[in-house]
C-alpha cells in the first residue's frame, strides 16, 4: 500500500510517492503557475498526480495528502481562501478524489508542515506538540493527544495572529500587534524601515532598499557585523516570539515546541536562545521545566512529509 504527499505551493508543486513506513518512493515536482489562474494551477497538479500514480504502478494507493498556503476547512477539504495559489472556496479534495477515486486529506501548510516535523522529530514522538514557522509571515500547528487540532471550522492553528502587542503594528490580517506583525520577516523589515525613517544608518539600508524586501541572508550578515539597528530589531523580534511561545505553553503544556521557516534556518542560533529566555520569563515554571525546545529538521520536506502523515493518519 503506498501514499502520496503533496506539498502546494505558490511557485512549485511537489510530490512524493511514499510506501506504508513513510519510505520516499519517488519524487517529482512541477512550477504552480498560479499566475495563469486556477485552471493552470489544476493542470499542473493533476499531472503531477497522474505521473505518481503511474509510479506506483499495481501498487494501490491508499491516500493523497495535500498541503496548501491558505485557508483550508479539513472536514470537506475545500480550500477556503489561497491567493497565491489562486484557490478561492475551491473544492480541491472532491475533484481529486472524484478524478483519482481515491481518499484526499488537505491541510494547511505549516499545520502540515507541523505533522511532518512530529512524527520525524529526532527527539522522539510527543503526544502533544507545537510547530512554529517564522519566514515571511508565521505560521504554525498544534498536536494534541497526537492528533493534528483544526478546531470547530478547520482552520485552527493561527499563531501568527495572537496578539503580542495590542498598540502593536497593523497585521496583513487587518488586527493589530498579532506575532506575525512583531516577529516575522515583515514585522522586522517595517520596524527597520521605520528606524531608517527616523534617520538611523543600517548596513542594509542600501540592500532593502535596492531589492524593496528584507532577505534572511544579508539581515545574517549585517547581525554578524554588529549593526545595532539591526541586532536591536531581531533581538526585539526574537522577545516577542518568546512571549508567544510562552503563551502557547501555559495554554497547551506541550512536550515540545519545535521552531522552523527561513528566519529560524538562517538565525536560529541567535533568536532561539533569546526566545527560550524570553519564555522562561513569561511562562509558568512548572510548565516550562518539561517542554523541549527543537530546531526544525526537515527544511523543504517537511510539506511532502507531513502530507504523508496526513494521510496516512486521515485513513487510520
Ligand atoms: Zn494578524
Given at each position: 500500500m503506498n501514499y502520496i504527499g503533496i506539498d502546494l505551493g505558490g511557485t512549485k508543486i511537489l510530490g512524493a510517492l511514499f510506501d506504508d513506513n513513510g519510505t520516499v518512493i519517488y519524487k517529482n515536482k512541477k512550477k504552480t503557475k498560479a499566475k495563469n489562474g486556477i485552471k493552470a494551477v489544476e493542470e499542473q497538479l493533476f499531472s503531477l498526480i497522474d505521473d505518481l500514480t503511474d509510479k506506483s504502478g499495481k501498487e494501490e494507493i491508499k491516500a493523497i495528502g495535500i498541503g496548501v498556503p491558505g485557508l483550508v476547512d479539513v472536514k470537506t477539504g475545500t480550500v477556503k481562501f489561497a491567493p497565491n495559489i489562486a484557490m478561492n472556496n475551491y473544492p480541491i479534495g472532491d475533484l481529486i478524489r472524484d478524478k483519482y477515486k481515491i481518499d484526499v486529506f488537505v491541510g494547511n501548510d505549516v499545520n502540515v508542515g507541523t505533522l511532518g516535523e512530529w512524527k520525524y522529530s529526532p527527539e522522539g514522538k510527543s503526544s502533544n506538540f507545537i510547530g512554529i514557522f517564522v519566514g515571511t509571515g508565521i505560521g504554525g500547528g498544534i498536536i494534541i493527544d497526537n492528533k493534528l487540532y483544526t478546531g470547530s471550522g478547520g482552520v485552527a492553528g493561527e499563531l501568527g495572529h495572537m496578539t503580542i502587542d495590542s498598540n502593536g503594528a497593523i497585521c496583513g490580517c487587518g488586527s493589530r500587534g498579532c506575532l506575525e506583525a512583531v516577529a516575522s520577516k515583515t514585522g522586522i523589515q517595517a520596524e527597520i524601515k521605520a528606524r531608517i525613517k527616523r534617520g538611523e544608518d543600517t548596513d542594509i539600508k542600501e540592500s532593502l532598499e535596492k531589492e524593496g524586501i528584507l532577505k534572511s541572508g544579508p539581515l545574517r550578515a549585517a547581525y554578524d557585523k554588529g549593526d545595532i539597528v539591526v541586532r536591536e530589531t531581531v533581538e526585539r523580534a526574537a522577545k516577542y516570539l518568546g512571549v508567544g511561545v510562552a503563551n502557547l505553553i501555559n495554554i497547551f503544556d506541550p512536550e515540545a515546541v519545535v521552531f522552523g521557516g527561513g528566519v529560524i534556518e538562517e538565525l536560529g542560533d541567535i533568536i532561539l536562545p533569546i526566545?527560550?529566555?524570553?519564555?522562561?520569563?513569561?511562562?509558568?515554571?512548572?510548565?516550562?521545566?518539561?517542554?523541549?525546545?527543537?530546531?526544525?529538521?526537515?527544511?523543504?520536506d517537511a510539506g511532502i512529509m507531513g502530507a504523508f502523515v496526513l494521510a496516512q493518519e486521515g485513513v487510520k
Amino acid at each position: 500500500m503506498n501514499y502520496i504527499g503533496i506539498d502546494l505551493g505558490g511557485t512549485k508543486i511537489l510530490g512524493a510517492l511514499f510506501d506504508d513506513n513513510g519510505t520516499v518512493i519517488y519524487k517529482n515536482k512541477k512550477k504552480t503557475k498560479a499566475k495563469n489562474g486556477i485552471k493552470a494551477v489544476e493542470e499542473q497538479l493533476f499531472s503531477l498526480i497522474d505521473d505518481l500514480t503511474d509510479k506506483s504502478g499495481k501498487e494501490e494507493i491508499k491516500a493523497i495528502g495535500i498541503g496548501v498556503p491558505g485557508l483550508v476547512d479539513v472536514k470537506t477539504g475545500t480550500v477556503k481562501f489561497a491567493p497565491n495559489i489562486a484557490m478561492n472556496n475551491y473544492p480541491i479534495g472532491d475533484l481529486i478524489r472524484d478524478k483519482y477515486k481515491i481518499d484526499v486529506f488537505v491541510g494547511n501548510d505549516v499545520n502540515v508542515g507541523t505533522l511532518g516535523e512530529w512524527k520525524y522529530s529526532p527527539e522522539g514522538k510527543s503526544s502533544n506538540f507545537i510547530g512554529i514557522f517564522v519566514g515571511t509571515g508565521i505560521g504554525g500547528g498544534i498536536i494534541i493527544d497526537n492528533k493534528l487540532y483544526t478546531g470547530s471550522g478547520g482552520v485552527a492553528g493561527e499563531l501568527g495572529h495572537m496578539t503580542i502587542d495590542s498598540n502593536g503594528a497593523i497585521c496583513g490580517c487587518g488586527s493589530r500587534g498579532c506575532l506575525e506583525a512583531v516577529a516575522s520577516k515583515t514585522g522586522i523589515q517595517a520596524e527597520i524601515k521605520a528606524r531608517i525613517k527616523r534617520g538611523e544608518d543600517t548596513d542594509i539600508k542600501e540592500s532593502l532598499e535596492k531589492e524593496g524586501i528584507l532577505k534572511s541572508g544579508p539581515l545574517r550578515a549585517a547581525y554578524d557585523k554588529g549593526d545595532i539597528v539591526v541586532r536591536e530589531t531581531v533581538e526585539r523580534a526574537a522577545k516577542y516570539l518568546g512571549v508567544g511561545v510562552a503563551n502557547l505553553i501555559n495554554i497547551f503544556d506541550p512536550e515540545a515546541v519545535v521552531f522552523g521557516g527561513g528566519v529560524i534556518e538562517e538565525l536560529g542560533d541567535i533568536i532561539l536562545p533569546i526566545v527560550k529566555e524570553e519564555a522562561s520569563r513569561y511562562a509558568m515554571r512548572s510548565i516550562f521545566e518539561n517542554v523541549k525546545f527543537e530546531k526544525a529538521q526537515l527544511g523543504d520536506d517537511a510539506g511532502i512529509m507531513g502530507a504523508f502523515v496526513l494521510a496516512q493518519e486521515g485513513v487510520k
